[in-house]
């Protein structure tokens, strides 16, 4: 496996859009108020589309892609988890939260300024930290809150009682937005909202789904920097649009044979999020020519994807495309709940072997030699199961390995040890390092 | 033709010389052991302790550098050995030399000083999966050796003590300081020092033990690295991991030097 290959490659045409999107999206944020517009805050799984009915000055922060990009800045990072775990948090809370809580406790924003403080409160529950990370900061903020719970079992067992259970739920939220706000509902903004969250994430699945070959168009690494505008305002025009351009210019690198690692030998997949200071492991990883086409996370934590017609994995079909009319705002409300609960990301909540299933399929379909798996002390919710996802993959015959990590603490996070268990993991799938 | 392996650990160099002696099918029947060599660097940076350990053994063996047509390293410090062609990791290794010394292992448990691992392989010596601790002092052999001063016990006579307990306590397996400060209690409530003893080395078993679990306990288990001398340990490992035998060899601090030394003769000769 070690003869070296040589793709051509090139960078992402649209990299710097992407960059600017997000710059944007924190702007708009901070801003809201100057004219008169709103914040909410709530978590990269909120369904986005329901406070999108308030109006088009109605702007989010959501908390985990805040509290990654803080994560990036070693020393705000440390500072917020300080501040956290000074008036008492646990440091084995999830990091993200302590993060975001620091943030607010100190009073500053990453993108400079003090810490703008929502309106109200708008969020989803199925991770366990999720609803007490906002009800702390409803509280610190003294604003309304609203929590949607979803945890309704796996989407192969929704029935009409339980998607009635969350479609219910939606439809105290606008109640929720209305009174907290003071401002009418617009179903027609609603569901122009919900049309592009359901454009956004399916277009993201197939997106990467165009990883399938061989080299692969992108690179983890990479797609972390695309992935997180669904994670920030997937209801958004904007988001959408981004997508449709990005398949379209990774369609192209496809077409063309472009490779996101001109070295591509071995192709890997890891789990989780990454320890977001550390990667420059993925570059130590190309070094080997091992290159990361993915991740059920990066794939699925907003993608929404079925089967196709030729068995493969991609996109979720739209529901207008199979002409289901979405006018009414408890059909959309419906449809909207059904398209998230689908969300493949959610289901290892209920059944590790959910997931485990998931990955194999990644590992059959992206061609994939070997599994990394992030053993996230710093998310509960997602690092559920590892271990027995672990043993799963190894029983299938693939090469697996895991690290222990943490994605916002870096205190948790051995650098040389990792690079150690790494070396053996690529000495175990035949590979040597690979001159520059 | 003669190669060399050279084992940066955290507290020791190991080097072991091997030498091509004949031409079989199989690896113990091609390479003999021409010397072991292990040094303690004291107060010399690892560049200097590599050199030095080096030409060390290579002068027990009366060779000179230009007789060894290899080196590799392995081992914490195995970037610094500046004269080596290549650099192999401890799974590999460990792996490799555990199997040419144990034909029939299939899971080799490496306990070292700073370092614990489990590793499952082929019939080759080629490592098929493998776990190894993460920042945890709990599951290695520096807190054993702390733990025996504690009792103003060498390591051997820990080991030793160990043997002579017929009672077990259960301590924090988890938590090298919370298994300290426990050890503290025992003593100051008069428990006796074997039962203590033992004690500390089931919990270090049983944090080894989970880990190899990982990857699947396959009968033979080899345990190579220096708590393999330690005979408490090797009986509490048994125990935790529910194996009759664990398959030890006179030489187990030099497994990995072994392993660098075969790898060096097959890819570079």
């Known amino acids: 496996m070690s003869a070296r290959n040589n793709y051509p490659t090139e960078p992402l045409k649209l990299w710097g859009k992407a960059k600017q999107l997000r710059e944007q999206y924190y702007a708009n944020y901070a801003k809201a108020r100057d004219n008169g517009g709103l914040r909410w805050s709530g978590s990269a799984w909120a369904l986005d589309a329901l406070p999108a009915g308030l109006g088009d000055d109605v702007f989010s922060l959501t908390g985990e892609p805040y509290a990654a990009s803080i994560a990036h800045d070693r020393k705000f990072a440390r500072e917020c988890m300080d501040a956290a775990e000074s008036v008492g948090f646990a440091r084995d809370l999830c990091s993200y939260m302590r993060i975001y809580w620091g943030s607010v406790q100190l009073d500053r924003f990453l993108f400079g300024g003090k810490f703008p403080s929502p309106d109200f409160i708008f969020q989803t529950q199925i991770c366990c930290s999720h609803s007490k990370w906002y009800q702390h900061v409803a509280g610190e903020e003294k604003v309304p809150q609203f929590y949607l719970d979803v945890g309704v079992g796996p989407y192969h067992e929704l029935n009409a009682a339980r998607l009635d259970y969350v479609t219910n739920q939606l439809h105290d939220g606008i109640e929720f937005l209305e009174k907290s706000t003071g401002r009418t509902f617009d179903d027609e903004k609603f569901i122009k909202a919900v049309k592009n969250e359901m454009r956004s994430t399916s277009r993201w699945a197939d997106i990467c789904a165009l990883n399938k070959v061989r080299p692969a168009p992108l690179d983890e690494k990479t797609m972390y920097s695309l992935y997180v505008l669904a994670t920030l305002s997937k209801s958004s025009q904007w988001c959408a649009d981004f997508y449709d351009e990005l398949h379209d210019e990774v ?186 | 033709m003669i190669t060399a392996g050279i084992d940066m650990g955290m507290r020791s160099v190991k080097v072991l010389l091997l030498e091509k002696v004949g031409a079989g099918d199989t690896a113990a029947s091609k390479y003999g052991i021409r010397q072991l060599h292990i040094m303690l660097p004291g107060e010399l940076d690892q560049d200097q302790a590599a050199d030095q350990a080096y030409d060390e053994a290579l002068a027990a063996a009366g060779l000179q550098r230009e007789d060894v047509t290899a080196v590799f390293a392995t081992g914490a410090g195995r970037k610094q050995v500046g004269f080596a062609a290549e650099g192999i990791t401890e799974m590999t290794a460990g792996a490799r030399g555990a199997v040419y010394l144990c034909p029939q292992a299939r899971t080799v448990v490496d306990v070292g000083a700073e370092e614990g691992r489990g590793m499952k392989t082929d019939a080759t010596g080629r490592v098929v999966d493998f776990a190894s601790n993460e920042k945890c002092a709990a599951g290695v052999g520096s807190f054993a050796e702390a733990m025996a001063r504690a009792l103003q016990m060498t390591l051997r006579e820990f080991g030793e003590a160990a043997l002579k307990s017929d009672r077990s306590i259960p301590m924090n397996a988890q938590c090298a300081v919370f298994a300290e400060s426990e050890v503290v209690s025992l003593i100051h409530s008069g428990t006796p020092k074997n039962d203590i003893a033992r004690a500390v080395l089931d919990a270090v078993a049983s944090r080894i033990c989970a880990m190899v679990r990982r990857v699947g306990i396959e009968s033979e288990v080899a345990l190579i690295g220096g708590m393999a001398r330690n005979a408490g340990f090797v009986q509490s490992l048994k125990a935790a991991m529910g194996v009759d035998t664990i398959s030890l060899t006179d030489m187990p601090e030099h497994v990995g030097a072994l392993g660098c030394a075969l790898l060096a003769a097959e890819r570079r000769c």
């Open chain 1, 251 to 436: 369609k192209d690198r496809v077409a063309r044979g472009i490779a996101a690692v001109s070295n591509e030998t071995c192709r890997i997949i890891s789990d989780t999020q990454p320890p977001w200071s550390f990667l420059k492991m993925f570059r130590y990883l190309e070094s080997y020519g091992a290159v990361s086409v993915g991740s059920l996370y990066t794939f699925a934590l907003q993608g929404i994807w079925e089967d196709q017609p030729d068995g493969s994995w991609g996109g979720r079909s739209l529901p207008w495309e199979n002409g289901v009319e979405m006018n009414d705002r408890d059909t959309v409300l419906r449809l909207y709940a059904d398209w998230n609960l689908s969300k493949p990301q959610w289901q290892h909540f209920f059944d590790p072997r959910l997931k485990t299933a998931m990955m194999l399929r990644i590992v059959r379909e992206w061609q994939v030699d070997g599994v990394m798996l992030h053993l996230n002390r710093g998310c509960e919710g997602l690092s559920l199961g590892i271990m027995e996802n672990r043993l799963g993959i190894a029983k299938a015959g693939v090469p697996v390995m895991s690290f222990e990590g943490n994605m916002g603490d870096e205190r948790e996070f051995d650098e040389g040890r990792v690079r150690a268990q790494v070396d053996a993991f690529m000495e175990q799938l035949g590979l040597r390092r690979q001159a520059a």
